[in-house]
């Protein structure tokens, strides 16, 4: 019951800021014994039909934090102290980017919603990749999955793209386990137009040549928006087919505004960004059966948005997920979301 006091009050601080101000306290309650002790008492939880096997990596359970958390993979041991199997971290692009103008992140707690518009804001993946290498050395070997979202820099015309993407690939290559390739936020300028079939081709292409070169090739996975017609989706489905991609996330942000509880006012305040948390749930599973229905069995997908409970969850599963990714519903429920929504699977 402590939680939604704390959130009272980092409510009231502008998102990036309470963002901030709580993954700090948090890495400092983890670096001492006792906030380590704390953390495992009362946020791990574990059972053996929770684990799973997707795409040849082994997942202690299906929860995951979703990409745009924890970008600049600053926070990884904290972050699975609190119970995930995976993060994703990113989206990292080449050179590092201050994304775009502040503020550019707004909470909409009538509808238990996000909307951003960051902007690819990240170290770069150098820097990152560093920061990951450190954490590989320095951490006990406890099984948490790392995945590597990957972008192209604000600057680079969409025809180069996939030269961003690779350079990505390789710096990230050794230290992470799976690849996201996002061309679906809509938060850089004519990104989601990579979405189209000849674009996302071609990088796939250029990315499968450079990772089949390697000894262990790692799991290639897209993420799409939710707003793509079934016409768009059916593409994507052949895609997957014809470039044998490891798996889907669906979904991002929504463009869409519609069935919203805040005031129309307020939100047209807010202006352009990406729409997360309980208003895209919907439309996200609704995508994610449509894919379930029209790919193989063997693609396995990861759903995210609006994921807040565990019957939430059970919800994508049943609709056809492997795994689960939260984001908004981390923020609106909690650091205990992971150990809810497993003690309820269980």
Sequence with gaps: MLYPFLRSCMFMLPPEEAHNFSMKSLEKIHATALGKKILANRFNFTHPSLEKEVFGLKFKNPVGLAAGFDKNAMYLESLQALGFSHVEIGTVTPKGQPGNDRPRSF?????????????????????????????????????????????????????????????????????????????????????????????????????????????????????????????????????????????????????????????????????AGGLSGKPVKARSTAVLKYLRNSLSNTVPLIASGGIFTADDAREKLNAGAA???????FIYQGPGIVKDICKGLV
């Design 323 to 329: 795994l689960i990714q939260v984001y908004t519903g």
């Design 107 to 271: 909470r909409l707690p009538q509808d238990k919603a996000l909307i951003n518009r960051m902007g690819f804001n990240n170290h770069g993946a150098e820097i990152i990749r560093t920061r990951l290498e450190l954490w590989r050395n320095n951490s006990k070997k406890t099984g948490l999955i790392v995945g590597g979202n990957i972008g192209k820099n604000k600057v680079t015309e969409n025809a180069d793209a996939w030269k961003d993407y690779v350079f990505c690939f390789q710096q990230l290559f050794d230290v992470v386990d799976y690849f996201v390739v996002n061309v679906s936020s809509p938060n850089t300028p004519g990104l989601r137009a990579l979405q189209e079939k000849d674009s996302l081709a071609k990088i796939f292409t250029e990315l499968k040549n450079v990772n089949l070169q390697k000894s262990q090739p790692k799991p290639l996975l897209l993420k799409i928006a939710p707003d793509l017609t079934n016409e768009q989706l059916d593409d994507i489905v052949q895609l997957t087919g014809d470039l044998q991609l490891d798996g889907l996330v669906a979904t991002n942000t929504t463009i869409s505004r519609e069935n919203l509880v805040t005031p129309k006012a307020a939100i047209d305040k807010i202006g």
